[in-house]
């Protein structure tokens, strides 16, 4: 037991020397080039509902085809309010039987979104293929705990443009001290930058914002993306939060979204 505690220490000081448990301090600065939210004269209306199930998304609705919403919990608002404006919706979760509601624009696979096709497991790009579905009229939404870093990362580019609107929550960003997380987080949304747009972010109340390098970090945020052809324009923004946002989990304090994420550090 002593031997492998003592492993164990040698192996914890190897990574510490080699910053193997925290990123850098300039790494935060990179990250938000990614990520500053901006104007695109298209205005943010709430689809969904009130807290939980609800999202801020760009009004850009018109010819809207496809909706893509992989990750299917005890309520489907957003699906819903968008099968009810004639949108088809996609929806897949291996964790249950069926989708949530009944509805003629709904279509549910039993399966988990993955970085390959493998057991329950498909890959974003399958998904697509699968449906037959043609053009670029489409929205993803997705929250899938956490495989969201996987999916992204291995959609083509292609595919990934398909998409008018991607609104994701993110997961596990209290770990982004750790460089392989960081990485990941910084990969997706350098990735997603090439043709999107963020146009907003809000942090899940659900658990409180922690402190990493000066950066106060929400354990999970929902960030919105808009592709860049659909802006009208292009300009910085900072006015959070936005009438609309409203705490995801209403009995929980609800710290709005801290200001190193849209304003630059001096």
Known sequence: MLRGLRRKFRDLASLWRGGGFF???G???????????????RPLTRVGGEADGG???PDDFEGLRYCFSPGVAEKANLELALAERGV?????????????VDHPNFEFDKKFLGKDDSGVFMTLQTWIDSKGVSGDDMLLQMDIEGYE???LLSTPESALRRFRIIAVEFH?????????RFAAFQQVCDKLAKDFVVVHMHPNNYAPPVVIRGVRVPPLMEITFLRK???????PRSDFPPPLDQPIVPDNPDPPLPSEWFSPRR
């Open 23 to 25: 990123a850098r301090p």
């Open 229 to 235: 052809d659909r802006a009208l324009f292009i300009e």
């Open 88 to 100: 088809k919706c996609f929806l897949a979760d291996y964790s249950v039987d069926r989708a949530p």
């Open 27 to 41: 790494d935060f600065d990179r990250l938000f080039q990614s990520l500053r939210p901006v104007h695109t004269g």
């Open 55 to 57: 999202y801020l998304l």
């Open 172 to 180: 596990g960003l209290q770990k982004l001290a750790k460089p392989q």
């Open 149 to 151: 870093y996987d999916v």
